[in-house]
């Protein structure tokens, strides 16, 4: 039996594992559906996932992320439930696991198990795994990207070539920014000669063609976007502002488990340079050092968007888990094995720890806004429940609800809150965003409520923002 086919029992063995917290959020005991559908999710049902045309060809700020577009769209075929929704993800996610034990294969199957665990705990990679978007595919097509680069960089062989090229056109597809990490492999592609460093190079070049073919519908959209939306200025009203430090500690857990994952990643450089000078086969620690520089190049790809002031969230380094992993892996693969466990069964004890009560928060509860919302109408004697900023025209998909635009609030807003009203809140952000008028008066959400006399709100807590929920008194 091969080296390769070896690492399909802990492959296996890891994609099960890492169903188990995946699922956690599903869980109809934790509502009646599991955890709702979030201000992304809904964006993507609403826009891009009504049919297959709109799947591949829709754009609306860069947010279609196209092959989650498309699974979407052949869910709803079927089934319009969270669960049913999110499956596709959670299966996606749970491979990435197993998907980056082979990847790390050729490096050691210790290294390559322990990394595909580190994976599937994970707290980022199990909600990246949970929602209707492309972050699970990015984890999973970039640790298979990582797994087919070092393949070719090691043999260079034509099914390795193009297994580069799919996994990275699939991983484009599902995100874009996944292209910073194939880019940092093809700069060191470049710095190398010989027949496998060209078969790297071709890999990569057909990487970004396919994608390009898969994303030539929306391409010129989400380019125009992207270009105009660096070197922006800090977070305002619902303008999220540029990628930071601390949006990227974010993405890898939060401080503990970022800081856990940075000391190991620099325990393993310590411990590479101190087996340095063991005595081992020429090309077996040729590979070792291209698979660290691979693993350090592919985890520091984020890296542009800060220096570029991008307009973004943490998760956009999401992309980046599988590096950071494989990283923090080969950490604990000291020679003294009870220190390395040890560190291991720290870091995934903590985030083991940390899973559980994250499943247990919504993300944006929409949902659960709107029950309120219905509760609360029907203590005012059916009173009208108003949505407003962005966002409200999402929240048909759990109840209803009267939308009112921006450049309507001015006018409309206070009529409508002279009689009984519930006011929802997708985006809190949004209240303090001066208003579209024709008046003069630059007014916010927030000081046109306030004049209704409506000012306390009743905050759902989530994982991304809360909601609100404002109403006027009963009468």
């Known amino acids: 039996m091969s080296s390769e086919r070896r690492s399909w029992p802990y492959a296996l063995g890891l994609s099960l594992l890492a169903l188990i917290p995946r699922l956690g959020a ?14 992304d999710e809904l964006f993507t049902l609403t826009n891009f996932s009504q049919n297959l045309v709109e799947a591949l060809t829709g754009q609306k700020g860069a947010n279609n992320h196209p092959l989650a577009s498309v699974l979407a769209w052949l869910v709803r075929q079927f089934s319009e439930s969270e669960v ?6 959670v299966v996606l996610g749970a491979l990435a696991a197993g998907g980056l034990c082979w990847a790390l294969w050729p490096l050691g199957r210790r290294r390559a198990w322990l990394a595909g665990g580190l994976l599937a705990l994970a707290p980022p990679a199990v909600l990246a795994s949970q929602q209707v978007r492309g972050y699970a595919g990015a984890i999973l097509f970039g640790a298979l990207a990582l797994g087919a680069y070092l393949r070719c960089a090691r043999e260079g062989r034509q099914r390795d070539v193009a297994l580069l090229a799919i996994f990275g056109a699939l991983g484009l597809w599902s995100h874009a920014t ?36 898969l994303w030539s519908k929306v391409i010129a959209k989400t380019f125009k976007f992207v270009v105009r939306n660096v070197l922006v200025g800090p977070a305002g009203g619902y303008h999220p502002g540029p990628l930071t430090p601390s949006k990227l500690v974010e993405a890898a857990g939060g401080a503990p488990l970022a800081l856990g994952l940075l000391a190991l990643a620099l325990i393993g450089v310590w411990a590479a340079r101190q087996s340095a000078a063991a005595p081992r086969a020429e090309g077996r620690a040729a590979l070792e050092v291209l698979g660290r520089r691979s693993l350090w190049l592919w985890a520091l790809s984020p890296l542009p968007l800060l220096l570029l002031a ?12 599988p590096a950071w992993a494989g990283l923090a892996a080969a950490g604990c693969l000291l020679p003294n094995r009870q220190i390395g466990t040890l560190l291991a069964t720290l870091w995934l004890g903590f985030a083991a720890w940390q899973v559980p009560s994250q499943n247990r928060v919504e993300i944006h509860d929409l949902q659960g806004a709107l029950e309120i919302a219905a509760q609360r109408s029907a203590q005012l004697e059916n009173a ?36 009984p009203a519930v006011v929802v809140v997708p985006l809190p952000a949004a209240l303090d965003e001066p208003l579209p008028t024709t008046s003069g008066k630059r007014l916010t959400l927030r000081e046109v409520l306030a004049e209704a006399g409506i000012t306390e709100p009743l905050v759902l807590p989530g994982l991304e923002s809360p909601v609100l929920v404002f109403s006027t008194r009963s009468p």
Request: hydrophobic share 50%; net charge neutral; with cysteine.
């Open 310 to 321: 991008a307009l973004g969230f943490g998760r956009f380094a999401w992309f980046a888990w």
């Open 384 to 419: 009208t429940v108003i949505a407003l900023g962005p966002g409200s025209e999402l929240l048909p998909f759990y109840g209803q609800a009267l939308a009112i635009e921006p450049d309507q609030a001015e006018t409309i807003l206070p009529f409508l809150l002279m009689e």
């Open 84 to 89: 049913a929704l999110r499956l596709p993800f």
């Open 26 to 39: 599903l869980d109809p005991r934790l509502g009646p559906l599991g955890r709702s559908l979030s201000y």
């Open 178 to 213: 996944l292209a910073l990490g194939l880019l940092a492999l093809g700069g060191q592609s470049l710095l190398s000669s010989g027949a496998r460093s060209l078969a790297c190079r071709r890999g990569i070049l057909g990487a970004f063609l396919l994608g390009g073919v």
